[in-house]
């Protein structure tokens, strides 16, 4: 029997086990992602952990029993559980704790909370985290450290740009890392200073972030399990069930770990830590395995180039607003080829960041080249982001099955400003959800939490009507590549069960898959598309067991 959307062959199969279920979800419209399809009508019964049955009410109902949990529905969407792509899930745990400067709309704004943030920490503590967005100040440089050090005299401060890739270290900071006027800028990153003085102003890009960042004492495991726990909480009011944790560290492996032994993990992830340790990650897995159906080691993530927001995405022609620059590779080439050859000769998956449209050729050429020399094997690379892509390069996604690792909700933020940084013609394939889909790509849809909210609802939101933020794009921001709820619900789903070799398991709602499975409180088959992000969460599921209900 294949499987296929419809409901009623699934229940009618298996009406014959005799099982009772722990819970039964009814009264709603079931979405099984086995197809990009609407929903039917009907309801889903759980048991040890697994969906036992899909199909209509009646043929469900003969799984309820006496102590059968029944979740009703009340005519809203029953689906798969989310899975983010694409998240540093435990520092979107401690950002939950930190200053908050993501809609800090002035310099004033963000000097005024980083100030009173300071004055609840003792003499010492760092502030870090803070996402702030220097596009809300039109008309402003970027900020400086002279900007805060006068409210943040005790206190280092280190706090980063929403995207990750660029940063503000305050006089505190400056000293603890040791950066003067006299600290040569590294490879791959950016120190900038004034022109007058040559001194440092306080901003860091990419590699450079290593100077202060190496100053930062490393949290406790204790502050480490206490932010992976708040993430956990908010996660599970969104309906995200499983996660691929980006630029992950050992630290967090053992963390998610701690968790999952005192049977506090109510998600699951696949980590992915940094490419230049191949051979300590490929040894690990030998050694140990990569993990369990909670945890795992997912692969390797490195790092082709950085963002727009900050300039330093890889482009084949400059900037439009900075005229000749380019921006940066963050890794020369030659080392990339050798960790990613590396990498897949020792059979572990590879996931690399590529923003700008040269770093995106690059990384498919690295990766077409190491599957040509090693040979045909289900390697499934991944291209974390794939913002910026010239229209040749687009079907070579599909061609050489590299997965598109996207994050649909950067689309309608960066809509609002990026044509300024790159010009009319290169945004016509910015995020190019639709062009990638119709050329055979494989889509899998994240939010890089915390450098867009975690929230999957407003992701499909953002890929289906691509308004951007600021309201000026009411029909959507490059309207031709929009796609389909379905196509977005796929790609939160079933695209990133495959993305982690997890498709056999979870991804869709399906006798014998995991019982990961989400209610939203309307059928978003059924609502106009402006009204997708109003969208909530009323139940989650994970491995069987309520982890959140919406009050």
């Known amino acids: 029997m294949t499987r296929r959307a419809g409901l009623g062959l699934l229940s009618l199969t298996l009406a014959a086990c005799g099982r009772t279920a722990d819970i039964v979800i009814r009264g709603g419209m079931v979405w099984t992602g086995l197809s990009s399809g609407a929903p039917q009508a009907g309801a889903v019964a759980i048991g040890d952990g697994e969906i036992l049955a899909v199909g209509d009410s009646a043929a469900v109902a003969r799984y309820v029993g006496s102590r059968t949990h029944v979740i009703r529905a009340d005519g809203g969407l029953v689906l798969p559980g989310f899975t983010d792509g694409h998240t540093h899930f435990i520092g979107g745990g401690f950002q939950l704790a930190s200053v908050d400067l993501r809609n800090a709309a002035s310099p004033q704004e963000f000097v005024r909370r980083i100030g009173e943030y300071a004055r609840t920490l003792k003499p010492g503590e760092w502030i870090t985290g803070g996402d702030w967005d220097h596009t809300l100040w039109p008309g402003q440089p970027l900020p400086r450290h002279e900007w805060i050090d006068s409210v943040t005299p005790a206190n280092p401060v280190f706090v980063n740009r929403l995207d990750g890739h660029e940063a503000l270290a305050n006089a505190a900071a400056l000293r603890a890392g040791g950066v003067t006027r006299d600290t040569p800028t590294p490879p791959g990153g950016e120190i900038l200073r004034d022109a007058k003085t040559g001194e440092p102003i306080g901003i860091f890009k990419d590699q450079a972030l290593d100077l202060i960042g190496r100053a930062q004492p490393d949290p406790s495991p204790e502050q480490r399990d206490s932010a992976l726990a708040r993430a956990l909480a908010h996660a599970a009011s969104l309906g995200v069930t499983a996660t691929a944790h980006m630029s992950a560290s050992w630290a967090d492996l053992a963390s998610y770990r701690r968790l999952e032994r005192a049977g506090r993990l109510t998600m699951r992830v696949a980590l992915y830590l940094p490419v230049d340790a191949w051979r300590a990650v490929a040894e690990s897995v030998k050694a140990h395995g ?235 088959f059924a609502i106009p598309a402006e009204s997708l992000a109003a969208a909530r969460v009323r139940v989650t599921i994970v491995g069987g067991k309520v982890v959140y209900e919406r009050p």
Do not use: C
Request: no cysteine.
């Open 290 to 524: 990569a993990g369990d159906a909670w945890v795992k080691i997912g692969g390797l993530k490195g790092f082709m180039d950085g963002s727009a927001g900050s300039r330093t995405a890889l482009f084949f022609e400059p900037y439009a607003d900075s005229a000749g620059y380019r921006g940066l590779m963050q890794n020369p080439e030659r080392d990339m080829r050798t960790w990613i050859g590396n990498a897949d000769s020792a059979g572990l998956q590879v996931a690399v960041h590529a923003i700008g449209d040269r770093a995106n050729a690059l990384i498919l050429t690295i990766y077409d080249s190491v599957a040509r020399a090693h040979g045909p094997r289900d390697r499934r690379f991944r291209v974390e982001h794939a913002q910026h892509v010239r229209p040749q390069d687009i079907p070579l996604f599909g061609t050489l099955g590299v997965i598109a690792s996207m994050q649909p909700y950067h689309a309608i933020d960066d809509g609002r400003w990026v044509e300024r940084r790159i010009g009319p013609v290169r945004i016509k394939t910015t995020y190019a959800f639709r062009t990638l889909l119709d050329t055979g790509a494989k889509l899998a849809f994240g939010s890089d939490w915390t450098v867009a909210p975690l929230d999957p609802l407003a992701g499909v939101y953002a890929a289906v009507t691509r308004r951007t933020l600021d309201g000026k794009n009411p029909n959507g921001w490059v309207p031709e590549q929009k796609i389909t709820v379905g196509e977005a619900l796929r790609a939160y789903t079933a695209g990133n069960a495959f993305a982690t070799f997890d498709e056999q398991k979870r991804g869709a709602l399906a006798p014998g898959y995991h019982a990961d499975v989400v209610v939203v409180d309307r059928n978003l």
